[in-house]
């Protein structure tokens, strides 16, 4: 099945500047990758996807980047604000069943320091 | 904007009592899953369901646990007995379809505790 690994766990970036979190993942036939945010007492909340037909996908001060070939993708938050500060969690698909079954990084607690 | 409802925002329970815990899926959705998170870890798959039927389950969904949607609004996970590992939130999600790409949308769970 598939295996994923998010890094760093904890994350703290002065207001203004960017935040990176990088994701592995094992399987090469997974080919959607979601990225969720989780703010403290609330469920998980797409944030922005990306499919393996494209290397990078940008929405406003958020954009996610996918290496097929290295098996990794990586979330990017720039210009980072105090409502950014919450949990951030990657996840792929169980392949080849689309996803339906969605296996989730460790996820990566972001605190943006005013 | 449609979102995925959940009941009880919490529940606390005795060991071995049996717990039914309620969502309601995006109106014009046809695929349900359940997940849960023990306090600081990461979210876990449960099942998935449609057509009034699971499609798939993970190791964690063993026979304590059941999945139902007895009405057109309704889907419930339900553990017969509860043991103290159980406690954790759950959270229900929903989808339109379930090819690739399709966006799962999570309720904001319910935070069980099993005393």
């Known amino acids: 099945g598939e295996n994923v690994e998010q890094h760093p766990s904890t994350l703290s970036v002065q207001e203004g500047d960017s935040a990176v979190i990088k994701c592995t993942y094992s399987?090469?036939?997974?080919?959607?990758f979601p990225w969720y945010k989780q703010e403290l007492g609330k469920g998980p909340q797409l944030i922005i996807d990306?499919?393996?037909?494209?290397g990078e996908k940008k929405d406003q001060r958020i954009a996610v980047t996918l290496n097929k070939t290295a098996k990794h993708f990586s979330l990017h938050i720039t210009e980072t604000q105090p409502e950014d500060s919450a949990v951030y969690f990657c996840?792929?698909?169980?392949?080849?069943?689309?996803?339906?079954?969605?296996?989730f990084g460790t996820g990566t607690r972001l605190t943006i320091i005013p | 904007e449609p979102e995925v409802t959940q009941t009880p925002s919490h529940q606390v329970t005795q060991m071995g009592q049996e717990v039914i815990l309620r969502c309601v899926p995006i109106?014009?959705?046809?695929?349900f899953y359940w997940y849960r998170q023990i306090l600081g870890q990461k979210v876990e798959f449960l099942v998935s369901?449609?057509?009034?039927?699971?499609?798939?389950k993970s190791e964690i969904f063993d026979d304590q646990f059941s999945v139902e949607r007895p009405d057109g609004s309704n889907f419930t996970l339900k553990i017969r007995s509860t043991k103290l590992e159980d406690s954790a939130m759950y959270f229900c999600?929903?989808?339109?379809?379930?090819?690739?790409?399709?966006?799962?949308?999570f309720g904001p769970g319910t935070r069980l505790l099993v005393l």
């Open positions: 999600a929903s989808s339109g379809l379930a090819g690739v790409g399709e966006t799962q949308y």
């Open positions: 399987d090469s036939a997974s080919n959607y």
């Open positions: 990306i499919r393996s037909n494209v």
């Open positions: 996840a792929a698909p169980l392949a080849p069943f689309g996803n339906e079954k969605l296996t």
């Open positions: 109106s014009n959705h046809l695929y």
């Open positions: 369901f449609y057509n009034n039927e699971i499609s798939e």
